[in-house]
C-alpha cells in the first residue's frame, strides 16, 4: 500500500513538471485587444508574477483552431490548454450550461458577483469537470440586440424576424415570440448579417466590436439599466493540466484569476458605453431597453425558457435551484 501511495505522488509530481516543462497553449476565437484577450494576458502575467517557470502561448482570432466549438474537444483530449468561450458552446456535450445564459437568471456583471463561490459555482464546475475542463475565472458579460428590420422592444417585436439567440433557452423565446432562430458561432454572424440569413441578433458588447457588428445593422438596444443577455464567457483549462498541477501551484492559478476579476468587470462598463457611441457613430438607431420591456422579456422567459431548462436533467434542475435560491 506504501509503495502504491509512493507511485501516485511521483505520477503527481512528475504530471506538474510536465506541465511547467512545456508552453501551455491558450486558444480563443477573439481578435487580439479584445476585452477576453486582454484578461488572459493579464492572468498569464499574474502567473508568472508567483511563477515564472510556467510558459504560455496566446493563439487569438481562431489562430489554432478555426471553429470555436471544437476548441471543446481539444481540451478534453490535451491538444489545447486553456481557451476561453461562451459555455453555452459546449451545450451540446452538456445542455447544463445553458443557465449561464438563461434569461433572467442574472441580469448582469455585477449580480453575477452574488454567484461567486455559492453552490451555482460548485454545480457549474461539476458539469465542467465531466467535459474535461475546469472553471479558472469569473468573467461574466452583457449584450444586447441589434437587427437590420425595427427597433427592438418587447417580445412581440420580433415577430417574423430571423434571428441568432445564442442558446437554447434564448432560442425558446424568441421562437414563442415568432421569430424564426438559427444558430451560428460568433464568428459567423457579420456575414450572415450582411447576406441577410440574419435579421437580427443577441450577442455581448465585446463581440459586438470586435466583430464590428455596427456595419451591418440599422437598429440596436443597447445600454440602460436593462439587458436580457448576460452570458458566462471564463477562461478555462484542461483537467489533464489542472489535476497535474500541485496544490501549490492550482492557488497560483486561482490567485491569477482572481487577480483579473476588477481590471475584467471595469473592462465591461467601458465596452458597454463604448458600443453604445459605436452603434450611433455608425448611424445605427439606438433604443435602452425599459423596466417594463425588461419585465415582460422576464414573463415570457419565465412561462418558456426557464421549465424547459429544468427538464433537461436532475443536474440542470439542481443549478436552477440555485439560481431561484439567491434570488430570493
Request: hydrophobic share 40%; net charge neutral; aromatic share 10%.
Amino acid at each position: 500500500m506504501r509503495f502504491r501511495t509512493l507511485l501516485l505522488a511521483s505520477v503527481c509530481v512528475l504530471a506538474a513538471s510536465a506541465a511547467q516543462a512545456r508552453t501551455l497553449k491558450l486558444s480563443h476565437q477573439w481578435p487580439q485587444g479584445d476585452g477576453r484577450d486582454a484578461g488572459a494576458r493579464l492572468f498569464i502575467q499574474e502567473v508568472q508574477k508567483q511563477d515564472p517557470s510556467f510558459k504560455f502561448r496566446v493563439y487569438p482570432g481562431a489562430s489554432l483552431i478555426s471553429n470555436p466549438l471544437k476548441q471543446i474537444d481539444a481540451l478534453a483530449d490535451g491538444s489545447i490548454d486553456l481557451s476561453i468561450f461562451p459555455l453555452i458552446y459546449a451545450v451540446g456535450k452538456a445542455p447544463e450550461f445553458s443557465v449561464t445564459i438563461l434569461p433572467g437568471a442574472i441580469s448582469g456583471v455585477r449580480d453575477a458577483m452574488r454567484f461567486k463561490g455559492t453552490d451555482y459555482e460548485k454545480r457549474l464546475q461539476d458539469v465542467a469537470r465531466k467535459q474535461g475542463f475546469h472553471i479558472l475565472t469569473w468573467w461574466w458579460t452583457e449584450g444586447g440586440i441589434a437587427d437590420t428590420a425595427r427597433p427592438i422592444t418587447t417580445p412581440d417585436s420580433v415577430k417574423g424576424l430571423k434571428f441568432r439567440g445564442a442558446d437554447r433557452t434564448i432560442d425558446t423565446m424568441l421562437k414563442t415570440a415568432g421569430a424564426s432562430v438559427f444558430s451560428m458561432p460568433s464568428t459567423e454572424l457579420y456575414n450572415a448579417m450582411q447576406t441577410g440569413v440574419l435579421d437580427g441578433l443577441m450577442t455581448s458588447y465585446e463581440t459586438f466590436m470586435s466583430m464590428r457588428l455596427y456595419e451591418q445593422t440599422k437598429y440596436a438596444t443597447l445600454g440602460g439599466d436593462y439587458t436580457i443577455f448576460v452570458v458566462f464567457q471564463p477562461l478555462v483549462i484542461s483537467t489533464k493540466v489542472w489535476d497535474g498541477l500541485s496544490d501549490a501551484q492550482k492557488r497560483v492559478f486561482e490567485q491569477a484569476a482572481e487577480a483579473t476579476l476588477p481590471s475584467f468587470n471595469k473592462e465591461q462598463d467601458r465596452i458597454k458605453h463604448d458600443t453604445v457611441k459605436k452603434f450611433e457613430s455608425a448611424g445605427v438607431q439606438v433604443h435602452a431597453m425599459t423596466q417594463d420591456e425588461y419585465k415582460s422579456w422576464l414573463e415570457l422567459a419565465h412561462r418558456t425558457a426557464w421549465p424547459e431548462y429544468a427538464a433537461i436533467s436532475p443536474e440542470a434542475k439542481g443549478l436552477l435551484e440555485s439560481v431561484e435560491a439567491l434570488s430570493k
